[in-house]
């Protein structure tokens, strides 16, 4: 295996090949179906375990990282995105190759809402201007619309593509995430009849988020592994909707628990344990209560862990320090790439500090080896609900090759800390968020390893929205910041937003911002540029359907209108790359912008 040491280690890490968890159907398990950037752009790969035949699906200049096998094993599914705004259509082509046609006939091009296959049933979600709806085709019959709403409406479930929590084993019941009646941020379970559409069941927590998990895989097992937040944190439950019965899991573990999935034989559950932006993996037996951990590496394992037919764990581990590895239980390696893998990065480092309102703020921070004080660059996540976590992250590993200490909190709003945290800035956003991240800076300060006289603030999306109001409302504490696919002029860009992202903001802000102009005037970034004093470099998507291009220039242009100092990357895609090359060019503009503006930093092209 050639090294590549003809570019730069930053570099290396952004082009070492990672995978996704391999998805399978119930009834087809050696047949799976996994995105890979081992192209060099994220496309859907399918392998057969069984003769250990693999190919690459997709060959789009976009990209796609949404796929699933079909239920009986015979083809692929992805979702196809041809500009980058995240809108398009379903696929379909033979698993051992052919051409690709339009799967579900009857659904429009819109944004993916989910899909779910079992008992000969394939339920969609989509969503475009005329709002979201509901699809289903049975027996390979061209889909028809079942339900439809104004305000946000999914298939149940985190698996883009094969969701479990969709529907039940037999096709009978389809599970549905509802917004209607809390909002976006505290969905409803609605489950009807995946037939007639007939309503079954409708579960909901005031004021509260449920999710669905994964339905027994018994046929005729109509038991839903479900998440609701009765306790604050995320807990898990057994919801049995056509009797209304609800069973709440008692383990003695402490903080976030999901669940990943069932066990083949319906007895338990593999949970999911979040604490501190680590996880760890248990077998959780229905009728014992007992609790026994899978045995893995510490890490994140945020991105899929499923159960095998055979009872065996696949899952996909993330840590700060290297690239992603698909690993089965016990520590075997699932998938392995062909190619060079990343060069180390340095550790993460957990770490919690007082927020100045009594509140212990939890986060990470990697730093250079050596003495500090270092240059520090506050590296804030997207979301807001969302959380930094131990995870593979070339970006942040690129700033430390640099020379700075990299700070990442999860401000009040991320996820993984309770209801109440999260919720926070419902009605209240650019604000705590602020004072979480200064109040992470000052403690990297006290500590001796932040120079403050060279910190600087970043982000992409939420933490490009966080960083320009950083800059606009705390201007003596950033000497340059770096603003990725930004929130801008907040108004302005809700509508040209897709429809959840519509949704989303009307659940956070408590209205469309026209129905909150107060918290406009404060919060909208827009309206503080022009007591920005720090240089700032943008990187804007020409397709963003979430944080879109039109608002985002328009902050632009009020910086420009002023001669303030600035720089504007734009890339033709939407919310982001999932070109390796357009990665690179992005991360080298950016070390190249602070290289010009941060003093003692070391070269990036070395």
């Known amino acids: 295996m050639n090294e590549r040491t003809d570019m730069p280690i930053w570099e290396r890490r952004y082009r070492a090949a990672t995978a996704s968890l391999p998805d399978w159907s119930p009834l087809a398990p050696e047949r799976t179906v996994y995105a890979s950037n081992e192209s060099g752009t994220w496309q859907i790969h399918c392998r057969d375990l069984t003769t250990g035949n693999g190919r690459q699906v997709t060959d789009s200049p976009v990209g796609v990282t949404v796929g699933a096998p079909t239920l009986d094993g015979s083809g692929v599914l992805w979702f196809s995105d041809e500009t980058g705004d995240e809108s398009g259509r379903w696929y379909r082509a033979p698993f051992e190759g052919g051409e690709a046609q339009p799967f579900l006939e009857g659904v429009p091009h819109g944004w993916n809402e989910g899909l779910a296959q079992a008992g000969g049933v394939v339920a969609a979600g989509i969503s475009d201007r005329d709002g979201f709806a509901i699809y289903v085709s049975h027996d390979g019959e061209p889909a028809r619309e079942l339900v439809r709403s104004h305000e946000s409406l999914r298939v149940a479930g985190e698996d883009d593509g094969f969701s479990r929590a969709g529907l039940s084993s037999d096709g009978a019941l389809l599970c549905l995430e509802d917004s209607a009646a809390g909002g976006l941020l505290h969905p409803t379970l609605r489950v009807i009849d995946a037939q007639s559409g007939a309503a079954v069941a409708t579960l909901r927590d005031e004021g509260m988020a449920l999710n669905a998990a994964a339905w027994s895989p018994l046929p005729g097992d109509?038991?839903?592994?479900?998440?609701?937040?009765?306790?604050?944190?995320?807990?898990?439950?057994?919801?049995?909707?056509?009797?209304?019965?609800?069973?709440?899991?008692?383990?003695?573990?402490?903080?976030?628990?999901?669940?990943?999935?069932?066990?083949?034989?319906?007895?338990?559950?593999?949970?999911?344990?979040?604490?501190?932006?680590?996880?760890?993996?248990?077998?959780?037996?229905?009728?014992?209560?007992?609790?026994?951990?899978?045995?893995?590496?510490?890490?994140?394992?945020?991105?899929?862990?499923?159960?095998?037919?055979?009872?065996?764990?696949?899952?996909?581990?993330?840590?700060?320090?290297?690239?992603?590895?698909?690993?089965?239980?016990?520590?075997?390696?699932?998938?392995?790439?062909?190619?060079?893998?990343?060069?180390?990065?340095?550790?993460?480092?957990?770490?919690?500090?007082?927020?100045?309102?009594?509140?212990?703020?939890?986060?990470?921070?990697?730093?250079?080896?050596?003495?500090?004080?270092?240059?520090?660059?506050?590296?804030?996540?997207?979301?807001?609900?969302?959380?930094?976590?131990?995870?593979?992250?070339?970006?942040?590993?690129?700033?430390?090759?640099?020379?700075?200490?990299?700070?990442?909190?999860?401000?009040?709003?991320?996820?993984?800390?309770?209801?109440?945290?999260?919720?926070i800035l419902t009605g209240d956003i650019g604000g705590p968020e602020l004072?979480?991240?200064?109040?992470?800076?000052?403690?990297?300060?006290?500590?001796?390893?932040?120079?403050?006289?060279?910190?600087?603030?970043?982000?992409?999306?939420?933490?490009?929205?966080?960083?320009?109001?950083?800059?606009?409302?705390?201007?003596?504490?950033?000497?340059?910041?770096?603003?990725?696919?930004?929130?801008?002029?907040?108004?302005?860009?809700?509508?040209?937003?897709?429809?959840?992202?519509?949704?989303y903001d009307r659940a956070l802000l408590g209205g469309t911002p026209a129905e909150v102009p107060e918290l406009m005037r404060d919060r909208n970034p827009i309206n503080h540029a022009d007591k920005v004093c720090a240089p700032v470099l943008f990187l804007i998507g020409e397709n963003d359907s979430r944080c879109p291009y039109r608002q985002a220039m328009a902050y632009v242009e009020r910086l420009a209108a002023r001669d303030h100092p600035h720089e504007l990357y734009v890339f033709g895609t939407g919310h982001g790359s999932n070109d390796l090359d357009e990665k690179v060019r992005q991360q080298r503009v950016i070390l190249e912008f602070l290289e010009r503006h941060v003093p003692g930093l070391a070269s990036s092209r070395a």
């Not at 306790?231 to 903080?255: F, N, S, Y």
């Not at 991240?437 to 939420?462: F, K, Q, T």
């Not at 950033?478 to 509508?495: I, Q, R, T």
């Open 222 to 423: 109509q038991r839903l592994a479900i998440i609701d937040e009765l306790e604050g944190d995320e807990r898990p439950a057994i919801w049995e909707p056509r009797t209304g019965a609800r069973q709440r899991l008692e383990v003695d573990l402490p903080g976030a628990l999901t669940v990943s999935g069932w066990y083949p034989d319906g007895e338990a559950l593999l949970l999911n344990h979040l604490e501190e932006g680590r996880h760890r993996l248990y077998r959780f037996e229905l009728t014992s209560g007992t609790l026994s951990p899978i045995d893995h590496p510490v890490g994140s394992i945020a991105w899929g862990a499923r159960v095998r037919p055979n009872g065996d764990v696949w899952y996909r581990l993330s840590q700060g320090h290297r690239e992603p590895q698909v690993l089965a239980a016990g520590g075997e390696e699932v998938l392995r790439a062909a190619v060079e893998p990343a060069p180390p990065g340095r550790p993460y480092v957990s770490w919690r500090f007082d927020n100045g309102r009594g509140q212990s703020v939890h986060g990470f921070y990697a730093a250079p080896e050596g003495d500090g004080p270092f240059p520090v660059l506050m590296l804030v996540h997207g979301g807001p609900t969302s959380l930094d976590l131990d995870r593979y992250y070339p970006e942040a590993q690129a700033y430390v090759d640099a020379g700075f200490v990299v700070g990442m909190v999860n401000y009040r709003g991320s996820t993984g800390y309770g209801r109440e945290w999260r919720d």
């Open 435 to 503: 004072e979480d991240v200064n109040a992470g800076l000052r403690d990297l300060i006290e500590r001796g390893m932040a120079d403050p006289s060279r910190a600087v603030v970043g982000g992409w999306s939420w933490g490009g929205y966080v960083t320009l109001m950083e800059l606009g409302k705390h201007p003596d504490l950033w000497l340059c910041g770096v603003a990725g696919v930004p929130v801008g002029d907040y108004e302005l860009g809700y509508e040209d937003l897709s429809p959840l992202l519509q949704a």
